[in-house]
């Protein structure tokens, strides 16, 4: 009985090794941060409502030999943009956006990040908040006799830029003048 179950494991590999060779031949993917502007929050303020973002995506489909790209789909929360392999007969790389709608997107709990109480605030403060949404790829590969389906999923950052409020520049003066006469 054991010889029969070990040569029966010999053949379901043997007859689905071409497909695991095939699926090593996986797209590969970047992605760009989604940019957001915030404006300076009132202190307190912990849950922040992001608008729409946009990700700026590059994928480089790869099939297996004597294969060909079918089609290659892409998908951000409920946000998907499909595409035809004919799109990959010119160039090998697809650079695309996709808009992910602000009611796609839940509030992110943000401590001390652009808000008044935050002493960094006189200056532009960065905040990167890396795997904050996934990508999903699928990409469907044909010979005319099969297919073949390999997923592949890209972790996407969002980039926080706090603006803080610029002071008028005569302002700005005018208290160094009065610091300096203040010395004296």
């Given at each position: 009985m054991r010889g029969t179950l070990i040569s029966l494991t010999i053949i379901v590999l043997a007859t689905t090794?071409?497909?695991?060779?095939?699926?090593?031949n996986?797209?590969?993917?970047?992605?760009?941060?989604?940019?957001v502007e915030l404006q300076l929050q009132p202190s307190g303020r912990r849950l922040l409502r992001l608008p729409n973002l946009d990700f700026a995506l590059q994928i480089e489909p790869h099939c297996g030999e004597g294969m060909h790209i079918a089609s290659v789909s892409?998908?951000?929360?409920?946000?998907?943009?499909?595409?035809?392999?004919?799109?990959?007969?010119?160039?090998?790389?697809?650079?695309?956006t996709i808009r992910l709608p602000r009611r796609q997107i839940g509030p992110l709990a943000i401590e001390r990040f652009c808000?008044?109480?935050?002493?960094?605030?006189?200056?532009?403060?960065v905040l990167l908040i890396r795997d904050a949404f996934t990508a999903h790829v699928s990409l469907r590969c044909a010979d005319g006799v099969r297919?073949?389906?390999?997923?592949?999923?890209?972790?996407?950052?969002?980039?926080?830029?706090?603006?803080a409020p610029e002071r008028d520049k005569s302002n700005a003066i005018a208290d160094q003048e009065s610091s300096v006469s203040s010395m004296r």
């Open positions: 090794w071409p497909a695991w060779a095939e699926s090593d996986r797209p590969i993917l970047r992605a760009k941060a989604a940019s892409i998908s951000i929360a409920d946000t998907s943009k499909s595409f035809r392999g004919m799109n990959f007969l010119e160039q090998s790389t697809l650079e695309t808000t008044s109480e935050d002493k960094n605030s006189n200056n532009d403060d297919e073949l389906v390999v997923y592949e999923t890209l972790a996407l950052a969002i980039r926080m830029v706090c603006k």
